[in-house]
């Protein structure tokens, strides 16, 4: 399950603007790799929609049906908003309706085989 968290206003390349909503995913336990304790977190996402702001606010705390998953991209550079420091990665998270979960880890296993 994924809840919408947040809404925000946007504007595309050719400048017409759009809404964008935000989603968090369940909360689950991450090791650290620094201490090797356990932290609880959540994965989050934005994703484009055809939603007024008025529509957008009204869903913020509907839960839907599907996950965030972790996906590789081109590495980029992101600036940490706590500490200041500039990190290099090479991941993004994604909306994956429930129905697509399937297909994705079936072209896994193809894959791997």
Known sequence: MVTVI???????K???PF??????GDPEF??????GKFYLTAK?????STFT???AKSLIGKKMLGSI????CESYDYTVPETGEIISLAHTYEYLPDERNDVLIR????QVA
């Open 30 to 35: 991450i090791q650290s790799l620094q201490t």
């Open 53 to 55: 702001e008025e529509s």
């Open 69 to 72: 998953v972790r996906m590789e």
């Open 19 to 24: 809404v964008s909503l935000k989603l968090e």
């Open 107 to 110: 072209k896994e296993h193809l």
């Open 44 to 48: 989050r996402c934005s994703v484009t």
């Open 14 to 16: 050719d400048g017409k």
């Open 6 to 12: 947040d809404y925000s206003l946007r504007e595309s």
